[in-house]
């Protein structure tokens, strides 16, 4: 049984941070205790999330909501920190575990400290293993630390293997095809961001709903899983499996294909994350196997949605092509967003930035962020207003 469990969470405000305070909310007395949260903006919020958790420590990386929590708070004794060298700060100080559930870029060096503290790492943040996976996996190795995926996919897999020792031949990789499964490109010309930021089984934030759509998201999961689970890319197939039931599967050598069900509750996989290997009970959403009418099984549609086969070809890199995929992603998002890309563009500046960078072959962090940065460069001055 978990006791006494200290928590740091990394992004707490967010979608994963919030579930993780639910968790915390919901355990039995004693199993969870959080020592620090962070967040960016959202005062108001963590402002009650610090009341009612009492961490030791709050950080928000936007310097000017840090000032203002510390008026929101100042009866409280919380000490409260401002900027991003706070989030790190964070990551590295006195827990058991870290929940690294910031957005995006802003994740790699949080991870990097919560590693070299040599804490639990409940990763939930795509960006920091697919632009730096390589730096990552040393850092789990030097300092003998280990990182449980929480992305429902990531963290099935994960299950999936435990106890199966050597001999996987591959893994399979389930997608739900997002809001515009069975359309042709010439039907997604005139996709708003309205229609895109539907998902038919997920509540994801905005930014992973669209990747969903487009399937980058997916792309993004296939780098994660070959530096999570050191598996060469071309073994991970992608399946569109619209019903989020089986999250991910594994087949072994001798074509046994062990899988993780369940309803879609991303509560499952984070807790997992923080309990592993004892599972606790989790409230409602359980799986009803006579309730569901079948589960479907279907190839991609790499010709109308090419974002995996992109993801593919950055894996097979290695370098820092996919840290320029997953920035192109960031940059053409943002476009789609505000109206100044179309749908389909989304996919043809990822490529447009591919095809424009000289890989960089076992990278630094340096040399990551300036591949980030070219990526948005690139996107922004070659397809802005298109």
Known sequence: MVTDMKLTILGST?????????????????????????????????EAQAREFRPELVCAADEAAAAELRVRLSDTGIKVAGGAQSVIEAAAAPADAAVVAVVGMAGIEPTIAALRSRKRVALANKETLVAAGNIIKDCERRYENRIIPVDSEHSAIFQSMLGSGSGIKRIILTASGGS??????????????????????????????????????????????????????????????????????VEFEDNAVIAQLGAPDMRLPIQFALTYPERMPIRGNELDLCGCAKLTFEEPDT??????????????????????????????????????????????????????HRSVQSPSLEDIYAADKEARESVISGFAGL
């Open 14 to 46: 967010g979608s994963i941070g919030t579930q993780t305070l639910s968790i915390v909310r919901d355990a039995p007395p004693g199993a969870f205790s959080v020592a620090a949260i962070t967040g960016n903006r959202n005062t108001a919020l963590l």
């Open 180 to 249: 515009f499964y069975g359309k042709k490109a010439e039907e997604l010309k005139n996709v708003t961001p309205e229609q895109a930021l539907h998902n038919p089984n997920w509540d994801m934030g905005a930014k992973v709903t669209i990747d969903s759509s487009t399937l980058v998201n997916k792309g993004l999961e296939m780098i994660e899983a070959k530096w999570l689970f050191d598996v060469d890319i071309d073994r991970i197939k992608v399946v569109i499996h619209r019903q989020s039931i089986l999250h991910s599967a």
């Open 303 to 356: 010709e109308t949605f090419r974002a995996p086969e992109l993801a593919r070809r950055a894996g097979r890199d290695g370098g820092t092509l996919a840290a320029v995929f997953n920035g192109a992603d960031e940059a053409a998002v943002g476009l789609f967003m505000q109206g100044k890309l179309s749908y389909p563009g989304i996919t043809e500046a990822i490529e447009y930035a591919m095809d424009r």
